[in-house]
């Protein structure tokens, strides 16, 4: 069983910068990918950013604020993020996807039902 575990949350203020965590016993990048997704207060769960194999994947809102740095010593993977906005405010997830021929996961990385495994969440909140 794999169970990601996320780290690094917290309060900040605009403009600031954080970098959240996760990592996963039993997981190994050679089988599983990554994504990070978060849900704001009221909205749905969005995709944030994805790493697979040596591919990373952002969506389009956050490419530039938001980079993926990946440790294959621990199969760890960070999401620094930039420029926090109050719109930023949410609970970040980490989640594993474990990776099959059948399924283009470049198409659907920032799919929630391609992830079986999720962590319990870690809250972020940006103050103006």
């Known amino acids: 069983q794999v169970q990601p575990v996320e780290s690094g949350g917290g309060s900040v203020q605009t403009g600031g910068s954080l970098r959240l965590s996760c990592a996963a016993e039993?997981?190994?990048?050679?089988?599983?990918?990554i994504g990070w997704f978060r849900q704001s207060p009221g909205k749905g769960r969005e995709g944030v950013a994805a790493y697979t194999l040596g591919s990373t994947h952002y969506a389009r809102s956050f490419r530039g604020r938001f980079t993926l740095f990946v440790h294959n010593a621990n199969n760890t993977v960070d999401l620094e993020m930039t420029s926090l906005k109050p719109d930023d405010t949410a609970m970040y997830y980490c989640a594993a996807h474990r990776r099959t021929a059948a399924y283009n996961f470049a198409l659907g990385w920032d799919r929630e039902e391609a992830y079986p495994y999720w962590g319990q969440g870690t809250q972020v909140t940006v103050s103006s």
């Open positions: 039993g997981l190994t990048f050679a089988r599983y990918a």
